[in-house]
């Protein structure tokens, strides 16, 4: 096959019409710039500001496709939340540092924190995505997973004071509910028992009420599945059901001690 064959043939199975990369990269330098606007004490708010409308308006020109949605009007309505999301994430910050006794400072969770880093990008990711902006706040948790290995879908709900620790692994289904004062440590799922498209539009993940301290690598599968207050969840714990309040759930292990051959 000559060059030209190899060229046509790649140009006919390019068929996604609004697949561009430039969009995913744009979508990670306005992240970073808008991390940095909100805690960077150097930044300038006044001035980043203007730039990240400008980089917004270029991400609604790439991302929005469908003509009859005003995505024009998302900057405006997100803008206006950005002291609240703060304010949260202050909150965020705040509760890592009075938990963890490993934080020498809150300075310190805000720069090596990766669980603080993603739940900062979810937040800002969550206000985009209940305006129904497409694809952006997708690519921003993502971009976070990238760099974190905490994997926060857009779409869940989580209260205040949210404190994920050692972060890598962690997963948040679309539909999930997180309450306030929830800490989650490293391999936790919230995720789904069953996965097919037909249950797009339904509630698939797990209910997580306040108070409530699950440790590393508890699996917590179902819509239906309510975790109580006060609640305990210890580490690898398999979960499909509720939960009461302030519960206690572990995992018990299966210990078998080897016996040698031929001792006595």
Avoid at 49 to 72: I, T, Y
Avoid at 119 to 146: C, K, N, Q, S, W
Avoid at 151 to 176: C, L, R, W, Y
Avoid at 202 to 228: C, F, M, Q, S, W
């Amino acid at each position: 096959m000559d060059k030209a064959s190899i060229i046509k043939n790649i140009k006919e199975h390019k068929n996604q019409p609004n697949l561009r990369f430039e969009l995913k990269e744009r979508t990670e330098l306005f992240t970073n710039r808008l991390f940095y606007t909100l805690f960077d004490i150097d930044t300038p708010v006044d001035e980043n500001l203007d730039l990240l409308e400008k980089e917004f308006d270029a991400l609604v020109n790439l991302a929005c496709w469908q003509v009859d949605k005003p995505c024009q009007r998302v900057w405006a309505n997100f803008v206006v939340r950005l002291p609240k999301i703060l304010e949260k994430l202050n909150l965020d910050a705040e509760a890592i540092v009075n938990c963890d006794p490993a934080s020498l400072s809150i300075e310190e969770v805000y720069m090596a924190y990766p669980g603080f880093y993603a739940i900062a990008i979810y937040r800002l990711a969550h206000e985009l995505y209940i305006d129904g902006f497409p694809l952006v706040p997708r690519l921003m948790t993502e971009y976070a997973h990238r760099q974190t290995g905490v994997d926060i879908n857009p779409g869940a709900q989580i209260g205040k004071s949210f404190f994920i620790d050692h972060a890598t692994g962690v997963v948040i289904g679309e539909t999930a509910i997180i309450k306030n004062n929830v800490k989650i440590y490293q391999g936790v799922t919230l995720g789904a028992l069953y996965v097919a498209k037909k249950l797009q539009k339904t509630k698939r993940h797990p209910t997580i009420e306040d108070n409530v301290t699950i440790y590393a690598n508890a699996t917590i599968l179902g819509g239906d599945t309510v975790i109580g207050e006060n609640s305990i969840i210890g580490g690898n714990a398999w979960i499909t059901e509720s939960v009461p309040a302030n519960s206690t759930v572990y995992h018990s292990p299966i210990i078998k001690i080897k016996t040698l051959p031929h001792v006595s």
